[in-house]
C-alpha cells in the first residue's frame, strides 16, 4: 500500500505508483455514499448537529440548529440496530462507536481486528453493502439498514468460501491476524473482478497489510479462488 | 536394546519433508480463532495506559480524581509516581480499567499530569551532537590491520547505515487478566507461554501491598497469537499494571496497546551507523577490515553487531559505540544484531569488488575460505545465481541502459546458530486411538503447532488429521519461549522422543495379541504390524487392547542420555533484482531470492513460508520502514501505520525460494526464523548501487535518499 508499485521500462504502469487508488476508493466510496445518503446519519451529520454551539449567531445558524436538534442523538446511548449476517443485532450504542468496536466490543464478532484504527491496514474489513469498508472508520450509527457482512458468515458450517480453502492451501497467513480482513477484502474483489490477473490482485488487495510476510500465500489463493469460483475454467 | 529416536530414514518419512497445511488455518481464515485481543470474559473491564507526552521529564504531580470521577471508571493503577523520571515518549505512567473501552479512553484524556520538562536527545545518525551520551560499547582488534591497510593493494572506506525499525505486530502487546482468588489467569499475546508467569509473579511479589505471589498460581494461556518477531517476551510493565488492576477491581482485565504506543514502547530493531573500511589485493584476497560504528538501543546499549559478519578478514579492527537515547527500548528482531551486521558487511564488499573492477560475487567466492561454511555458501551462491541469473543481470555498477530506468543486482549472505531450546513434552494414547502431544509451547505463526503433530503423527503412523496438539498453555509441560530459532529443534525434539516412548508402551500391551515381542512391531500407515511377517491391527484396534487405561511417554531436549535430533548453524544467501526511476528515486522490487539450509526440514511448505516472511519484511525495511523521531520536540512522528511504511502486496515483486533438502538431513532439525531474515537489506541495498552506480548509504532507500545520492554522480 505504501510502496510505489513496480516499474517497468516503459513506464506504463508508473501511473498506479503512490498511494494505492484501489484502496483509498474503498474507503472514499464507503465515506461518499454514506455522505449523500438522504435518511442515513453520517459522520459529518453528526459533527453538524454538534457543532452548532452557543456561539453561533444569526438567523440561519438558528434555523439551523432547530433543523438539527430535531435529527440530533447522543452522546449518551442510543438505540440502533445493525444487520450483520442477514440477523438484525439491537444494541444501545453511544453514536461514536465505530462499527469495528460495536462489532468486537458489543457484540461479540472478533473476526474483524483492530489493528491500525485509521483506516489504513484493512485487518478490520467487513463488507458492507456488497462492498468492503474498514470498519474502524465507520460510525455503528451510519451502518444501520445496510447489510453488514462479517468473516463469521463467509464460511458455511464446515465448508469453507473457496478463497478461505486457498488461502490454507497456499499458507497466505502466518499469526492470522490480519487474514479475516485480506479473506474478506479477497473475496468482497472476487465478487466484481471475477478473473483478475496478478497485477489486478496486487492492487485490488493492496489495501491490506501483512506483517508476516504473506502475499506470496495471498496472491496465489486469490487466483485460484477465481479459478474454482469461475468453475475451474482458465485465468489469464 | 536401547530405544531409538532417531528421525525416520528419508525412504520411510511418510509427512516429515512434506507439504502439511498449517493446522490452524481453518480457525484463521474463518475468525474463530481467538486471539488475546479477541478475549471477552464475563465482567470483563477495559483498561488503557496513561504514557508520557515528553522524550524526558521528571513527573511533578499526578492527578486522578476527575477521571476517578468518571462513571464506569473502576480502578487506576499508578505506574511510575510523581518524582519519576520517564526517559521516552510513551513511557507507561498510570493504566485505568472501566466498564468500556470507550469510557477508558475518556478517563485517560481527564487524568492530568504536571512534568518538569528535562533535556532530551532522540536522534542518534549524527553522532557529533550526542555528546556524553557517547559510550564505548566494544572494541576488538585481530591481527595486525594497521599494517595489513598499509600493504593492500586497494583500500574501500565508506559509510553505511539503517535506523531503528519497529515490530509493528499487528496484535498488539498485552493480555487479559483474571483473578479470582488465589488464582491468575493470564490470556497473553505472548512469545513465552512458559515464563512470562514466572515474570509477573516475580514482578508482583515487589509490590509489599500484594505480597508474595508464586509462578504456581499463574496460568499462562495462549492458543494464537499475532505476530511477535522478537518483540513479546516479557509481561511487560504494562502485564504487571494489568493484573494489579484485576486484583483491585476482582473483575477480568483486558489491556491492549493502541496502535502508538505499540510502535513508542514495544518494539525496536536498534539502528547501526558508521565507517567501514576495507582492504584487498588486486586478485580480490580480503586482507583486512575496520569499522567504526554505533548504535542506539534506547536509554541503554544494545551490544554490538557481530562484525566483520560471517566473511572475517584476518586482520581486523570493530569499534563500536553506544548513544543514550530518549526513544523507546530496543527488543530482539528476528536475528538480532545480524541484519545490521549483513548491511555493514555486504556494502562495504561490494563497493571494494566495484573499486577492485570485480563481480561481488567473485569477490565472495574468492574469500569463501573466511567463511565457516564455506561448501554450504559456495553452492548456495551457484544456485541463487541460477535463480536471479545473475551472469546475464549484473554488470559494472550504473546500469548503462538508456532511459530512467535503471536496473541492477546485490546480494549478501548469513548465518545463524538456532540451537534447540530446552522442551519437555507428554504424549499419551487413549483406548480409542486418540494421541494427544501436550506441550507448554506456543505457535507465534510460524507453525510450531503443525510441526508438533507432523512428528507425533509420523511417529505413530498416522495421518496427521488423527492427533491432536494441546499447547499455548503453561499448564502443560514447560516448552522454551520461541525466539532466536530454537523451537522448532526443541518441540521436534521433544515430541520425538515422547511419541517414541509411548508408542512402546503400547507396543508392549499389543505384542501379546501377535505372540511376538514388541520390538518386531512397527507403527505404520494407521496400522501396527509385525515386521517381515503378514499380521497386523488397526490403531484403533490395537489402541482398543488397552482396556480402560491410557499409555503416555515423556520425552525431554536435551535428553540426558543424549541422543541428537536437532542441531545449530546454517547458512543462507540471497539476491535481489531491482529497478531504480533515477528521475523519481523510485526503487522497485523486481525479484528476491533465497537460498537456505535448515537441516531436517520438517514441513517443507511451513518452513518455505518462513523464508517468503522473512523477505517480505525485508522489503519493509530495505525500502520502506523506519522509526522517525523528531529532535526539537522530542516527538515519535510517525507511530501509526500511514506514516511508519510497510510493504503492500504489489511491493514485493516476485520471490522465489530455494530450501536445502537432504544435503544436511544427517544434522537434524535446525530452527528457520532468523536466519532469513537477515540479508534482504543488504542484498537489495547492493542491488540498487548496481543499478546506479553510486551508493546510497542508509537503508530504507528512499526516493529522497536516492536522488540525493544520483547528485553525487553514478547513472544519470
Not at chain 2, 87 to 104: M, N, R
Not at chain 2, 330 to 340: E, F, K, S, T, Y
Not at chain 2, 692 to 699: A, D, E, F, K
Request: proline share 5%.
Amino acid at each position: 500500500m505504501f510502496g510505489y508499485g513496480r516499474l517497468s521500462r516503459d513506464r506504463t504502469d508508473f501511473a498506479t505508483k503512490g498511494r494505492c487508488l484501489v484502496s483509498s476508493n474503498k474507503t472514499n466510496e464507503g465515506q461518499s455514499k454514506t455522505q449523500q445518503r438522504k435518511n442515513g446519519f453520517s459522520r459529518r451529520t453528526f459533527m453538524q448537529g454538534v457543532g452548532v454551539g452557543t456561539g453561533a449567531v444569526g438567523a440561519g445558524v438558528l434555523t439551523q440548529e432547530a433543523k438539527a436538534a430535531q435529527d440530533l442523538v447522543g452522546p449518551g446511548p442510543v438505540a440502533m440496530s445493525l444487520r450483520i449476517n442477514g440477523k438484525a443485532h439491537k444494541v444501545m450504542l453511544e453514536p461514536r462507536v465505530t462499527l469495528l468496536d460495536a462489532l468486537r466490543n458489543h457484540l461479540d464478532y472478533t473476526g474483524a481486528k483492530k489493528v491500525c484504527d485509521r483506516a489504513t491496514c484493512g485487518a478490520c474489513t467487513v463488507i458492507v453493502d456488497g462492498n468492503p469498508v474498514y470498519a474502524c472508520s465507520m460510525l455503528a450509527i451510519e451502518a444501520q439498514g445496510r447489510d453488514i457482512e462479517t468473516i463469521e458468515s463467509l464460511a458455511s458450517g464446515d465448508e469453507l468460501h473457496p478463497v478461505q480453502k486457498f488461502f490454507i492451501e497456499n499458507d497466505g497467513q502466518q499469526c492470522g491476524f490480519c487474514t479475516p480482513g485480506f479473506v474478506l477484502a479477497s473475496k468482497a474483489f472476487l465478487d466484481k473482478n471475477s478473473n483478475p490477473t496478478m497485477a489486478e490482485v496486487e492492487k485490488g488487495l493492496c489495501g491490506n497489510i501483512c506483517r508476516c510476510g504473506t502475499y506470496v500465500g495471498v496472491r496465489q489463493a486469490v487466483l485460484d479462488a477465481a479459478g474454482e469460483l469461475r468453475g475451474g475454467a482458465s485465468g489469464d | 536394546m536401547a530405544t531409538n529416536y532417531d528421525w525416520p530414514a528419508a525412504a520411510d518419512r511418510s509427512l516429515i519433508g512434506g507439504n502439511t497445511s498449517r493446522l490452524d488455518g481453518p480457525d484463521k481464515v474463518t475468525g474463530r480463532a481467538t486471539y488475546a485481543y479477541d478475549r471477552a470474559l464475563p465482567g470483563m473491564l477495559t483498561a488503557r495506559l496513561v504514557t508520557s507526552p515528553h522524550a524526558h521529564a521528571r513527573i511533578t504531580k499526578i492527578d486522578t480524581s476527575a477521571a476517578e470521577a468518571i462513571k464506569g471508571v473502576r480502578a487506576v493503577d499508578i505506574m511510575k509516581g510523581e518524582g519519576t523520571e520517564v526517559q521516552w515518549v510513551g513511557t507507561e505512567i498510570l493504566s485505568i480499567a472501566a466498564d468500556t473501552e470507550d469510557i477508558a479512553r475518556d478517563a485517560v484524556l481527564a487524568v492530568k499530569i504536571d512534568y518538569e520538562v528535562l533535556p532530551h536527545l532522540v536522534k542518534e545518525e549524527n553522532i557529533e551532537n550526542a555528546g556524553s551520551a557517547v559510550k564505548p560499547a566494544s572494541d576488538k582488534t585481530e591481527g595486525d590491520p594497521d599494517t595489513a591497510f598499509a600493504q593492500a593493494d586497494v583500500v574501500h572506506e565508506g559509510y553505511y547505515g539503517l535506523p531503528t525499525i519497529t515490530h509493528c505486530c499487528l496484535e498488539s502487546h498485552g493480555q487479559v487478566v483474571d483473578w479470582s482468588g488465589d488464582e491468575i489467569i493470564v490470556y497473553a499475546s505472548t512469545q513465552a507461554v512458559g515464563r512470562i508467569g514466572a515474570d509477573l509473579a516475580k514482578n508482583l511479589s515487589r509490590d509489599e501491598s500484594i505480597g508474595n505471589v508464586s509462578p504456581n498460581q499463574i496460568r499462562v494461556i495462549t492458543p494464537v497469537m499475532g505476530g511477535g518477531f522478537g518483540s513479546k517476551f516479557a509481561i511487560d510493565a504494562w502485564g504487571v499494571s494489568c493484573a494489579k488492576l484485576s486484583k483491585k477491581t476482582g473483575r477480568p482485565v483486558k489491556l491492549m496497546l493502541d496502535r502508538d504506543e505499540e510502535l513508542q514502547i514495544a518494539g525496536g530493531r536498534p539502528s547501526d551507523f558508521g565507517t567501514i573500511k576495507v582492504a584487498a589485493k588486486k586478485d580480490g584476497t580480503l586482507v583486512a577490515y575496520q569499522s567504526e560504528t554505533w548504535s542506539t538501543g534506547g536509554v541503554t546499549s544494545r551490544g554490538a553487531p557481530p562484525l566483520p559478519y560471517v566473511m572475517p578478514p584476518p586482520n581486523h579492527k570493530v569499534r563500536h559505540l553506544s548513544v543514550a537515547t530518549n526513544t523507546g527500548p530496543a527488543r530482539a528482531w528476528r536475528g538480532p544484531n545480524h541484519p545490521q551486521a549483513a548491511v555493514l558487511t555486504w556494502g562495504a564488499y561490494t563497493d571494494l569488488a566495484a573499486k577492485l573492477d570485480m563481480d561481488p560475487m567473485d569477490l565472495l567466492l574468492k574469500n569463501i575460505g573466511l567463511t565457516a561454511r564455506p561448501d554450504v555458501y559456495r553452492k548456495e551462491l551457484a544456485i541463487g545465481a541460477d535463480m536471479i541469473s545473475w551472469k546475464n543481470r549484473w554488470h559494472p555498477p550504473g546500469d548503462k541502459t538508456p532511459g530512467p530506468i535503471k536496473r541492477g543486482v546485490g546480494l549478501s549472505m548469513h548465518t545463524w546458530g538456532g540451537r534447540p531450546h530446552d522442551s519437555n513434552c507428554e504424549v499419551t494414547i487413549h483406548p480409542d486411538g486418540t494421541a494427544v502431544a501436550a506441550i507448554g509451547s506456543q505457535d507465534l505463526g510460524s507453525g510450531t503447532r503443525t510441526v508438533i503433530a507432523i512428528v507425533l503423527a509420523e511417529t505413530l503412523g498416522l495421518p496427521v488429521e488423527a492427533v491432536t496438539v494441546a499447547m499455548g498453555d503453561s499448564n502443560y509441560p514447560p516448552s522454551g519461549a520461541s525466539g532466536g530459532s530454537t523451537t522448532v529443534g526443541g518441540v521436534s525434539s521433544s515430541t520425538r522422543r515422547a511419541a517414541v516412548d509411548a508408542l512402546e508402551e503400547l507396543k508392549k500391551v499389543v505384542a501379546p495379541a501377535f505372540g511376538v515381542d514388541a520390538d518386531r512391531l512397527v507403527a505404520k500407515d494407521g496400522y501396527i504390524s509385525v515386521s517381515g511377517a503378514d499380521q497386523r491391527l488397526s490403531w484403533k484396534a490395537a489402541c482398543k487392547k488397552l482396556g480402560a487405561r491410557s499409555v503416555m511417554g515423556t520425552g525431554k531436549q536435551p535428553d540426558r542420555n543424549g541422543g541428537k535430533l536437532a542441531d545449530s548453524g546454517v547458512g543462507g544467501v540471497q539476491m535481489a533484482d531491482v529497478s531504480v526511476d533515477i528521475e523519481t528515486g523510485v526503487v522497485s522490487m523486481n525479484k528476491l531470492i533465497a537460498v537456505q539450509d535448515c537441516g531436517l526440514i520438517i514441513d517443507l511448505k511451513l518452513a518455505k513460508s518462513q523464508v517468503y516472511g522473512s523477505l517480505i519484511m525485508g522489503v519493509c525495511w530495505a525500502l520502506y520502514e523506519e522509526r522517525i523521531y523528531d529532535q526539537a520536540t522530542g516527538q515519535y512522528l510517525n507511530a501509526d501505520m500511514e506514516f511508519y511504511k510497510l510493504a503492500g502486496i504489489g511491493d514485493i515483486g516476485e520471490l522465489d525460494v530455494h530450501m536445502i533438502t537432504g544435503d544436511y538431513d544427517d544434522r537434524g532439525v535446525i530452527g528457520l526464523g532468523e536466519p532469513p531474515a537477515i540479508s534482504p537489506g543488504a542484498a537489495i541495498g547492493n542491488a540498487v548501487f548496481n543499478a546506479i552506480g553510486v551508493r546510497v548509504p542508509t537503508l530504507p532507500v528512499t526516493p529522497g535518499k536516492v536522488l540525493a545520492a544520483l547528485e553525487k554522480g553514478g547513472t544519470a
